[in-house]
């Protein structure tokens, strides 16, 4: 890139960070091209405009327009999430979220606050980690007292692995329902929701 490129990038930048009230920072290491095409076209349905740009030319745009707060969080391969006035911070995160869980950053002491999820969101989630708690918790307390069937202890322990895998699809996808265990299983056949009557 020409240094008269890089200085349009600069100024460009530089202006689109002092004009945005919002930005989300990510760390895009581990995406393909094509998953980063995807994630600027789901982002850009969420109301946000996906910027990869090389970090020294972020933190130089960064300095010019004065946000030296974004510097803290650029570290490694790092693209930017610019709101626009009527984009939906929480349908960015949980795009974030749901591309790649270690992908979204937040500022130092949680600057960015936002309610992710609801009450009723929760509640699946909340249910799902129970259930896997409690099994992980038996075969603890059982192995711990003498219970020796390792057969038995795996399939519980692949019920809690299944359970608590379920919850965490839950959170980045709200539509989301648990399946029913496998035939032969004592686990609930269908895992409500605390919300649901």
């Known amino acids: 890139m020409l240094r008269s490129e890089k200085e349009r990038v600069v100024e460009q930048l530089a ?3 002092r004009s945005t009230e919002t930005l989300m920072v990510a760390d895009y ?4 091209m094509p998953e980063i095409d995807e994630l600027r076209t789901r982002l850009l349905e969420a109301g946000a405009r996906f910027t990869v740009v090389k970090n020294t030319l972020t933190k130089r745009a960064a300095e010019e327009a004065g946000t030296t707060e974004v510097l803290e ?3 490694g391969p790092t693209a930017i999430a610019f709101l626009e006035a009527d984009g939906d911070p929480v349908a960015v995160a949980r795009t ?3 591309a790649n869980a270690g992908l979204f950053r937040l500022p130092p002491g949680g600057a960015a606050q936002l309610e992710l999820w609801n ?15 409690f099994r992980l918790d038996f075969i603890e307390a059982e192995n711990s007292m003498g219970f020796h069937a390792p057969q038995e202890a795996a ?3 692949a019920e809690s692995i299944d359970l608590s895998r379920q919850a965490q699809i839950a959170l980045r996808d709200p539509g989301f329902r648990p399946r029913e265990a496998q035939p ?10 605390s919300s649901s009557p």
Do not use: C, K, N, Y
């Open 15 to 17: 202006e689109r960070l």
């Open 29 to 32: 290491r581990g995406l393909t």
């Open 73 to 75: 969080l650029i570290d």
């Open 96 to 98: 974030f979220l749901a």
């Open 119 to 133: 009450d009723a969101e929760l509640a699946v989630a909340r249910d799902l980690q129970r259930h896997a708690q």
């Open 155 to 157: 399939r519980i322990l």
């Open 184 to 193: 032969g299983s004592d686990a609930i056949r269908r895992i409500p929701s």
